[in-house]
């Protein structure tokens, strides 16, 4: 039981291009999330998912866009990257409503130079 | 907007001590918050959780406190071990039905375990 997998766990990128961050989840659930964590700052939550097809805007979009095609997946987006974008990003699952227990990746370090 | 915060960014305590770890909210109306151990190199893992309902909670080695007087919940871990040293985040979950969870994280507190 691999929990939730992140790909991939590091990249640089050069400002204006674009990549993807894949998430995959194991544990069938429903809802999922996108954060991202920066020194000081705690992990912020940028787009999230409460189920197939389905997503959401978060405390920090601006710059992302994420698409939920598939139950156990929740891509993450940069259209063009910016050094402002740097940072550590998290993946996380749960399986309930109302529930503080997510389930997180390892995270993907993402820099942009 | 509402703001989960910590009082103490660094703690250091003795191996086979208690720590007590610090959080303050702002919300009056929050009624759900969680606690998360993160070690370098991993993502956060869930650690307990407590409702407005309730004052204490216990786990394993670990009891959240929560005053709503004062808007202040502690984590305290018992006989604390190395393999405690990690940041410690407290998070209010502000989801409503509608939407799942959302979670605002304090900045986190580093918990040092001297050996």
């Known amino acids: 039981n691999a929990g939730v997998t992140q790909t991939p766990k590091f990249r640089v990128l050069k400002t204006g291009q674009s990549m993807t961050l894949l998430c995959a989840q194991d544990m069938n659930h429903e809802y999922m999330y996108w954060y991202r964590q920066d020194p000081g700052m705690g992990l912020r939550l940028i787009h999230y998912?409460?189920?197939?097809?389905?997503?959401a805007k978060g405390e920090v979009p601006d710059g992302y866009n994420v698409s939920r095609l598939k139950k156990q997946n929740f891509l993450l987006g940069l259209e063009s990257a910016a050094p402002s974008q740097t940072s550590v990003y998290f993946c996380a699952s749960s399986y309930a409503l109302r529930t503080g227990e997510l389930f997180f990746g390892e995270g993907s370090r993402l820099t942009v130079l | 907007g509402e703001s989960v915060g910590l009082h103490l960014p660094t703690l250091s305590v003795q191996e086979g001590d208690n720590s007590i770890i610090n959080c303050a909210y702002s919300n009056s109306a929050s009624d759900y918050f969680i606690w998360y151990k993160q070690e370098s190199g991993k993502g956060p893992q869930f650690i307990i959780d407590?409702?407005?309902?309730?004052d204490k909670r216990q786990g394993q080695r670990v009891t959240v406190l929560l005053n709503k007087t004062v808007k202040h919940l502690s984590l305290q871990i018992a006989a604390t071990q190395p393999g405690d040293s990690a940041v410690y985040f407290c998070?209010?979950?502000?989801?409503?039905?509608?939407?799942?969870?959302?979670?605002?994280f304090g900045a986190g507190t580093i918990l040092r375990v001297k050996s």
């Open positions: 407590i409702r407005s309902n309730m």
């Open positions: 998070a209010e979950n502000i989801g409503q039905r509608e939407y799942g969870n959302k979670l605002v």
């Open positions: 998912s409460v189920g197939e097809g389905t997503t």
